[in-house]
């Protein structure tokens, strides 16, 4: 069933990382839902590694176009993997023209040596300079065309370096949080979350 938004905040849609679930979400859920959002989430499959990220950023494409009108503007929140994700969608699958809001929260961005550790297609993407971070970064300018917010931690052992959730545009936001899985529960991230969702949209070139 397609949902139709009548508040002048947009649904948003919440994509987990590596190794988690919608579960993992559910702190931002609860709270973005107790202020008045309407908030979505996904289960990607698989969520190991096994899947390159461009499924899974169909998988995206495919719940958005079947819970959202088409008319529907939408705002997007990724973690971790899911905001590579994430940005897949936005960037190679049309989500530009639709996302006005997109919030990364311990991204890499830029890759993370972690990719190293493991063999699985979806993780071998995640390392530096690897050719899907390579491509994502080739425009990364058109990430202003809608109002991006980065969010990481200089205390992250899992991007690696912490610093490669930064891309230069946006609003670019360090929160001193001690462990990488703790950034989507933390009282002051879901503060920051808030603050960008509350944000006008920017208004058309």
Not at 136 to 142: T, W
Request: glycine letters at 6%; aromatic letters at 6%; proline letters at 7%.
């Amino acid at each position: 069933m397609q949902v139709t938004s009548n508040s002048q905040r947009n649904p948003i849609l919440l994509v987990h990382g590596l190794m988690d679930t919608s579960y993992k979400m559910q702190k931002i859920s609860s709270h973005l839902d107790n202020l008045g959002w309407q908030v979505a989430d996904i289960d990607l499959t698989p969520n190991n590694g096994d899947s390159k990220l461009e499924i899974l950023a169909k998988q995206v494409a495919d719940l958005i176009d079947r819970t959202f009108s088409p008319e529907q503007p939408i705002d997007l929140l990724g973690f971790s993997m899911g905001g590579l994700v994430s940005r897949y969608y936005l960037q190679r699958l049309g989500g530009i023209e639709r996302v006005q809001r997109f919030i990364s929260i311990s991204v890499p961005n830029n890759g993370t040596i972690a990719g190293y550790f493991s063999q699985r297609p979806g993780c071998i993407q995640m390392q530096p300079n690897s050719e899907f971070i390579k491509d994502l970064n080739s425009d990364i300018d058109r990430l202003r065309l809608l109002n991006f917010t980065s969010i990481w931690t200089p205390f992250d052992l899992i991007i690696l370096p912490p610093s490669s959730s930064q891309l230069g545009i946006g609003t670019d936001l360090s929160i001193p949080v001690l462990a990488h899985p703790l950034m989507v529960a933390d009282e002051r991230v879901l503060k920051a979350v808030t603050h960008a969702l509350s944000q006008p949209v920017r208004s058309p070139i």
